[in-house]
């Protein structure tokens, strides 16, 4: 089994940033693909950003330029920096990671969510 922790999300003014962290924990061999999800009020959860176990990282088009994604593999932790939020960012943010379970399997695993608010 693998457990994920999430901490960093709170409520911040328009302009403010805040740091997301993840740390899996558990019996896995090792972790491929991170990344960050968030779903906003009414709206389905959508992809913010991923990262690779070769550090090829990717972005929602609405984040490009603001947020970062990066990783600690000796810490299995994925993070999230997002500067120069906007009240559209104000969601629940969920990370997601892939870790492999053999050397044939692998399976997906989500964090318990974390509240981020953009106050305008």
């Known amino acids: 089994q693998v457990q994920l922790v999430e901490s960093g999300g709170g409520l911040v003014q328009a302009g403010g940033s805040l740091r997301l962290s993840c740390a899996a924990s558990g019996n896995f061999l090792g972790i491929n693909d991170m990344g960050w999800y968030r779903q906003a009020p009414g709206k389905q959860r959508e992809l913010v950003a991923g990262?690779?176990?070769?550090?090829?990282?990717n972005y929602a088009d609405s984040v490009k330029g603001r947020f970062t994604i990066s990783r600690d593999n000796a810490k299995n932790s994925v993070y999230l920096q997002m500067n120069s939020l906007k009240p559209e960012d104000t969601g629940v943010y969920y990370c997601?990671?892939?870790?492999?379970?053999?050397?044939?399997?692998?399976?997906?695993?989500w964090g318990q969510g974390t509240q981020v608010t953009v106050s305008s």
């Open positions: 997601n990671i892939v870790v492999r379970t053999s050397i044939l399997s692998t399976r997906v695993y």
């Open positions: 990262i690779t176990n070769r550090d090829t990282t």
